[in-house]
């Protein structure tokens, strides 16, 4: 089992910058991928990006050169750079992890961009 806290939400103006961290209750060096999913009011559930256990990622067309996934073993942590932040990426944004073919989610942090 593995327990998914995110930090680091918070209020910034368009044009802005947030890192979003994820810390996990276990050692993530044998997850096989994490990632990062928001939820925008009234919006499905949607994948940002995701980072596989070799430290390959992987982005949604809409964030790709301007947010970055990255991963810290030592730390068991996940975390998400986020770039050039626009009014679009407001949302909630979640946490997951794929161990052992169950997906675990943390509880979600709120990003809200300012135009």
């Known amino acids: 089992q593995v327990q998914l806290v995110e930090s680091g939400g918070g209020l910034v103006q368009a044009g802005g910058s947030l890192r979003l961290s994820c810390a996990a209750s276990r050692s993530i060096v044998n997850i096989i991928s994490m990632g990062w999913y928001r939820q925008a009011p009234g919006k499905q559930r949607e994948l940002v990006g995701t980072i596989t256990w070799d430290g390959t990622t992987n982005y949604a067309d809409s964030v790709k050169g301007r947010f970055t996934i990255s991963r810290d073993n030592t730390k068991n942590a996940v975390y998400l750079q986020m770039n050039s932040l626009n009014a679009e990426d407001t949302a909630v944004y979640y946490c997951?992890?794929?161990?052992?073919?169950?997906?675990?989610w943390g509880q979600g942090t709120q990003v809200t961009v300012s135009s």
């Open positions: 997951n992890a794929r161990y052992y073919g169950v997906y675990y």
